[in-house]
Every structure is written in C-alpha cells, then in structure tokens.
T-cell receptor, first 113, second 114 residues
C-alpha cells in the first residue's frame, strides 16, 4: 500500500544551522511529491513540490529533490531561522484514482535563537 | 485570489449530537478534499468531491458524510458524535483535473466532543 516514513521529531536546531528532514515513501505509480508546513494553530501550507525524477522543488530557502531510485524526498535548508519552527509533512500523491495525499507523521522543528 | 475558507473555526459538541462543517474552495477549483488530523492518527483522508460527486472515500464509518454544491462549496457532516471524533478537520481544494496539481488547505475547524 501507500505509505510515508519521516524522521522522528522533534528536531531542535540553533539559528543558522543546516536542516535535513528525511522522507521515504511507497506509492502507486510515479507519484507527485509535496512538502507541507503547519504552524501552530493553522492549517497546512504548501512549501514545495516535485513531479518527476530529479526535479528539485524549492521555496523560501527550502529544497527537496525527487529521487526515484531511492524513493526519497528529503527536505533541506542551509540556514534555519526561528520563524521556521513548525511541523513539516512529506506527502506523496499516488498516481492512482484516489486524488488524495498520503501524509507522514510529521516532523516538528524547533529552532532556538 | 481568496484562499480556502472553513467555518466555523471552533466547535464544541456533546456526544451523540451531529455537526456540519463548511468549506469554500478557491475560486475556480472544483475539487474539495477533507482530512481529519488527530495527535494519535495524524492526517487521514476522509473523502474527495469533484463537480458534486464523491470520487473517493477513506476508511471512515458511515457517520461521516459529505456533499458538494454546484458552486463547489462543500460540507461534511458527522452524526452521533463520539469522543474520538475530536480533531482538526481540514479541507483542501484543487482544480481537480490531474494528479500533479497541489492541494491548498484551509485553516481547519477544531471540533471538540465532550
């Protein structure tokens, strides 16, 4: 079946540190891949996406590359800020007729000044 | 463009009651999906509507139902509420024409069942 595995949180970093949040997935066909972010008390915001192998999605300094051979879509940022503190969700969208996103458990990021 | 809106933002209900939540998608979007978010189960897909038809349904009991109107606005209904239905209910909209398109989420409705 379809599933997503994200690294356990919380991830605690100092400001300006390098961030990696790992994500691997199992999904039908050739999925589209998304990262969403959720700030406290809010809904999910789309952070970035990639739709084919070796595509790199990027936004607000965050990047993730679609790795078909390892079925991974790791999120990276070179220098995190306190305002990046949030929960991050990796979400493939399988190429079936379900039209749904498959969410991982989410990774909480805490950035300290 | 205005984003996805959900009403109400907060609800408190008693076990056994029923509740209706509303979602207005981004203008021009014809697909509305609903998700339930709880600390224990995470984000789970409830159902998806496109052009007033339910296209897909997740693994939830029949107490959870929904519908979509001709203007693409959607409602979901939960009957005979249980304590375990306490959750953040999120809706998401998209054009609905392909698997590559992103879904845009509303702020959610926080339902508390006492």
């Amino acid at each position: 079946g379809n599933s997503v595995t994200q690294m356990e949180g919380p991830v605690t970093l100092s400001e300006e540190a390098f961030l990696t949040i790992n994500c691997t997935y199992t999904a039908t066909g050739y999925p589209s891949l998304f990262w969403y972010v959720q700030y406290p008390g809010e809904g999910l915001q789309l952070l970035l996406k990639a739709t084919k192998a070796d595509d790199k999605g990027s936004n607000k300094g965050f990047e993730a590359t679609y790795r078909k051979e390892t079925t991974s879509f790791h999120l990276e940022k070179g220098s995190v800020q306190v305002s990046d503190s949030a929960v991050y969700f990796c979400a493939p969208r399988p190429m079936d007729s379900s039209y749904k996103l498959i969410f991982g458990s989410g990774t909480r990021l805490l950035v300290r000044p | 463009k205005a984003g996805v809106t959900q009403t109400p933002r907060y609800l408190i209900k008693t076990r056994g009651q029923q509740v209706t939540l509303s979602c207005s998608p981004i203008s021009g979007h014809r697909s509305v999906s609903w998700y339930q978010q709880t600390p224990g189960q995470g984000l789970q897909f409830l159902f998806e509507y496109f052009s007033e038809t339910q296209r897909n349904k997740g693994n939830f009991p029949g107490r959870f139902s929904g519908r979509q109107f001709s203007n693409s606005r959607s409602e979901m209904n939960v009957s005979t509420l249980e304590l375990g239905d306490s959750a953040l209910y999120l809706c998401a909209s998209s054009p609905g024409t392909g698997n590559y398109e992103e879904q845009y989420f509303g702020p959610g409705t926080r339902l508390t069942v006492t």
